[in-house]
């Protein structure tokens, strides 16, 4: 009788156990996605033109959206080259793309990963230090479980800047350019 009562209690634990390795496991892999946009993308729009946008790191719509609204800017730049105006500026990405704050960043912290079944939340503290006071803000940064791995769906605006959330920035940029 207390053999099957610890045998039970050992299978419960042995349960929990993986249910927290499993966790920790896949907020590490969030956490290499978080660094791998920033690193790839964070500190310049240069990245988005000059390099196909990565495979493994954005949900197959937000790379859609993302390569979608990148052919529209290009279209842009070669139209007005080749226009009676070439001086006139095309539509481009300006400012830091995948943040809140126009300027960019200095650094920033994950302060939270939040897992939900198949979609990930992770808040994301960024500071911009060249001013003073330096500026603080957070995004949250929307993640989705898709084909055996965490991809970015979509990062939404911490209120100090204009934006709502990345898709609605780029899908208003491609409606623009259709005018």
């Not at 790191?57 to 993302?66: D, N, Y």
Request: charged fraction near 25%; charge should be negative.
């Amino acid at each position: 009788m207390i053999r099957s009562l610890l045998l039970s209690v050992s299978f419960i634990f042995c349960f929990i156990a993986c249910g927290k390795t499993t966790q920790v496991a896949e907020k590490q892999q969030i956490t290499e996605k978080i660094n791998q946009l920033y690193s790839q993308y964070g500190k310049s729009n240069e990245a988005v033109y000059n390099k196909p946008i990565a495979d493994h790191l954005f949900s197959p719509e937000l790379k859609k959206t993302l390569e979608d609204a990148i052919n529209a800017s290009k279209a842009d730049i070669e139209k007005v080259k080749n226009s009676d105006h070439p001086d006139e500026k095309p539509l481009i990405f300006e400012g830091a793309m995948f943040s809140s704050l126009y300027e960019g960043y200095n650094g920033y912290s994950i302060k939270s990963i939040n897992l939900h079944d198949k979609t990930a939340e992770a808040l994301v503290q960024f500071e911009y230090n060249m001013v003073t006071p330096k500026v603080l803000w957070t995004d949250k940064i929307q993640l989705i479980y898709y084909d055996k791995e965490w991809l970015i769906d979509n990062i939404v605006f911490d209120s100090i800047g204009s934006s709502k959330n990345l898709k609605t920035n780029l899908t208003d940029f491609i409606q623009y350019s259709k005018q």
